[in-house]
């Protein structure tokens, strides 16, 4: 292989794909990212067997090859070149030169016969979805995934495509998030896919605000294409539970709130959480919301904001955490906070979004 290539896109496309590789490996080839021509594009691919990502760049193929290279010292050393052009080429005996200006770097790469092959796709049927809708359903879900590895199961966010909607639903237990869109080419069959987090990380890196991605699936995988990028992961297996036996009936109940004040406001209160006194204090009245924290040996806090509020008086405690994680990532200037009891869940409905968040014991 021989091939000359813009350092920076070089460098961009290793980032890309090397985010995957974890650093205790059980394979040492694992550790490597596998680099090889095709057609006019090189193309750069890491797994760490349960996903796989490949990046393919534009380059100027002087003799087609393939080779796997450390990822880390590759970049390293790509980071680190001088000027705007580099020349990569493999030697006998899997080592691999690499040469920009004057400098020269040789290093022991494996063969790509010890790469572990990503599977292939083939006569699958292929769901177009916009990718700046898919990025924003991420972000407003994934944070809820729970990181609890024995609830496997909600290790993950749930895909549900149809006909003409798409879902996505994460709960860790405690708090569940769910997004619904309509789709114009979505599945003839009912598709219900658990993504594991790690891949969802990966999407939300790479998904543009604009332009298409494909699905695929397979037996127990998922293949994304999006442009030059194409994540492959495995599935989670398994029944994720219904959820929408907890979602409650709209109440006429709701504390409409400057979300940024709000989310402000919580963010101070919480300066003052400890693990053992999580919970922050939302006390409820006419046109006023107080937010106030209080932990033994630590201090308190107070804080009052002017909301529109005409429903019944009630104190209420929650995590600050889960509150701030749904109020950064929604865009809207202001939201409306069901809240029917102080032992009930608050609820956030806004077009086609829900979240609901348990309340936590006020000591």
């Known amino acids: 292989m021989k091939v000359r290539l813009n350092k920076t896109t070089l460098l961009n496309g290793i980032q890309t794909v090397q985010n995957v590789i974890i650093s205790k490996v059980s394979l040492p080839i694992l550790a490597n990212v596998l680099i090889e021509t095709q057609?006019?594009?090189?193309?750069?691919?890491?797994?760490?067997?349960?996903?796989?990502?490949?990046?393919?760049?534009?380059v100027d193929i002087q003799e087609v090859g393939a080779v796997t290279v450390p990822a880390k010292r590759f970049s390293d050393i790509i980071k680190e070149l001088p000027g705007e052009s580099v020349q990569i080429a493999t030697k006998k005996n899997n080592q691999v030169s690499i040469e920009?200006?004057?400098?020269?770097?040789?290093?022991?790469?494996?063969?790509?016969?010890?790469?572990?092959?990503?599977?292939?796709?083939?006569?699958?049927?292929?769901?177009?979805?916009?990718?700046?809708e898919l990025r924003e359903m991420l972000r407003l879900t994934s944070f809820s995934v729970s990181v609890d590895e024995s609830r496997y199961i909600l290790n993950g966010v749930l895909f549900k495509i149809g006909k003409n909607t798409i879902t996505l639903v994460a709960t860790d237990g405690k708090r569940l998030a769910v997004a619904e869109k309509k789709i114009t080419t979505g599945s003839n069959k009912d598709i219900n896919i658990i993504i594991p987090i790690k891949t969802v990380h990966e999407l939300n890196r790479n998904l543009k605000e604009d332009g298409e991605l494909s699905l695929v699936l397979g037996s127990n995988q998922a293949l994304f294409e999006l442009g030059n990028v194409t994540v492959i992961s495995r599935l989670i297996e398994g029944e994720f539970p219904d959820y929408k036996q907890v979602?409650?009936?709209p109440t006429e109940n709701k504390m409409r709130v400057n979300r940024e004040g709000f989310l402000l406001s919580v963010k101070r209160a919480a300066l003052l959480s400890t693990p053992d006194y999580q919970a922050v204090k939302l006390e409820v009245f006419k046109n006023k919301l107080v937010v106030?924290?209080?932990?033994?040996?630590?201090?308190?806090?107070?804080?009052e904001m002017q909301i529109n509020y005409q429903g019944k008086e009630l104190i209420i405690g929650f995590n600050p955490a889960f509150l701030a994680d749904v109020l950064k990532n929604l865009n809207e200037e202001s939201v409306d906070v069901e809240?029917?009891?102080?032992?009930?869940?608050?609820v956030i409905r806004i077009n086609g979004y829900t979240y609901i968040v348990l309340p936590m014991r006020l000591s």
């Open 39 to 58: 057609q006019d594009v090189l193309k750069l691919t890491a797994t760490d067997l349960d996903i796989g990502i490949t990046c393919a760049i534009p």
């Open 292 to 303: 106030s924290k209080s932990t033994p040996d630590i201090g308190e806090s107070r804080e």
């Open 100 to 132: 920009a200006d004057q400098c020269q770097f040789r290093v022991m790469g494996l063969s790509k016969e010890e790469f572990p092959r990503l599977p292939e796709f083939k006569d699958k049927e292929v769901v177009k979805l916009d990718q700046g």
């Open 339 to 346: 809240l029917t009891d102080s032992e009930k869940p608050g």
């Open 247 to 249: 979602i409650p009936p």
